[in-house]
């Protein structure tokens, strides 16, 4: 029979005090929860419809007193369903409503490129009703390299 001596035990150490009882108490920043997403999806849509206006604006004169607003949702639907954006002619003022547009339009591919093109588009084509034109004569230029 092997007999073992006994040790002493090691002496304590004295951790900082920014460790826990399991040495993981005050973590770095990385490792913390979930911070919120930097940028919301109407911050997103508002910047999409800005670009595409600013664009439009600066392309056609007739364009450059009109308000583009962003709802959340229509009053209520007309008899072609919710409508996507709303023109007031008189009052040089168009109306996108978020909702409709990110929800009830379907994408072949659901990725930031193809939702912005799909919120550029509706701009483009609400501005087009405005201006009683084609929308592909407002930008014919705007998506050839995508």
Not at 39 to 45: G, L, M, N, V, Y
Not at 76 to 99: H, M, N, T
Request: proline fraction near 10%; include cysteine; aromatic fraction near 8%.
């Amino acid at each position: 029979m092997i007999r073992r001596r006994s040790r002493p035990a090691p002496p304590r150490r004295n951790r900082p005090s920014r460790h826990g009882r399991h040495g993981r108490d005050d973590r770095s920043p990385v490792v913390r929860p979930p911070l919120p997403p930097l940028e919301t999806r109407s911050e997103r849509f508002d910047l999409s419809v800005g670009t595409a206006a600013e664009f439009l604006r600066s392309a056609w004169p007739e364009l450059r007193e009109v308000r583009f607003e962003v709802a959340g949702m229509p009053a209520a639907s007309d008899e072609d369903g919710i409508p996507r954006w709303q023109v007031f002619a008189a009052e040089k003022r168009i109306v996108l409503y978020r909702l409709p547009i990110e929800r009830l339009n379907r994408l072949h591919r659901n990725d930031d490129l193809h939702r912005r093109m799909m919120v550029e588009s509706c701009v483009f084509r609400a501005a087009a009703e405005y201006l009683d034109r084609d929308p592909w004569d407002l930008g014919p230029d705007r998506f050839r390299f995508l």
